[in-house]
């Protein structure tokens, strides 16, 4: 299904299944925690997931490279929607970061989605949407993440913006994850406190069915209705 115009009367209408059922979804960093709990979340109510990821087998993008972005653009054809879950950003103390990991921080986990959106732009469909992701840091920095909380940070400004730009034409969300259950036993931590990759997987998507924009939804614990 391709939604050819942005009709929230039309919408409210619907259930949240069928807001959804066949629209085509570019996920970007599918092979993730993250995206890979996105990704199948979609996929199991119905979703036409186009999974993309940094390496390896499929389709893959450098989110560092606006060349890399319009030539997956072009390969995948319109879209109803777009999430992305990747990025990166260095973590250091702020003495011991380099121009280099700025400047990696800065093309990659903020402009890799600023470019996401923009070359995006007559690819999606008019009425769909760009879902994006910052971070808890970017709200509540700690040691060394100076990096990290800025670009988090800037992509949410940027979705503020981008979504009173593009208001009636594209819906323009982020959300701001805390510590990811999987991530803090990866490295050998409790996952609580944390909030498992398919809890968090539910507020993705709340912003690629619902009627919001310029959103960033703050995704620190499971929502209500999924706590047993």
């Not at 944390?194 to 009627?211: K, M, N, T």
């Amino acid at each position: 299904m391709v939604v050819n115009q942005f009709r929230p009367s039309l919408l409210a209408d619907l259930s949240a299944q069928e807001k959804l059922a066949g629209m085509k979804i570019l996920v970007v960093g599918s092979s993730g925690i993250i995206g890979s709990a996105v990704a199948n979340a979609l996929s199991e109510r119905g979703q036409d997931i186009v999974e993309v990821t940094h390496s390896g087998e499929g389709l893959t993008v450098d989110l560092s490279d606006i060349a890399s972005l319009k030539a997956l653009y072009q390969q995948v054809g319109k879209l109803d929607a777009v999430v992305c879950t990747a990025g990166v950003a260095q973590f250091g103390p702020l003495e011991e970061l380099s121009d280099d990991d700025f400047a990696q921080s800065i093309e990659n986990k903020l402009m890799g989605q600023v470019n996401l959106v923009r070359c995006g732009i007559g690819q999606v469909t008019d009425g769909g949407s760009f879902t994006l992701t910052s971070g808890g840091l970017s709200q509540k920095p700690a040691l060394a993440t100076t990096a990290v909380s800025m670009v988090g940070a800037a992509v949410e400004a940027f979705v503020k913006g981008a979504a009173i730009d593009l208001e009636g034409r594209y819906r323009v969300n982020v959300v701001s994850p805390g510590w990811v259950a999987e991530s803090r036993v990866q490295i050998g931590l409790d996952p609580m406190p944390g909030i498992w990759a398919r809890d968090l997987a539910e507020y993705y998507i709340d912003l690629v069915e619902g009627l919001q924009t310029g959103q960033v939804v703050q995704a620190e614990t499971a929502k209500p209705d999924r706590i047993s």
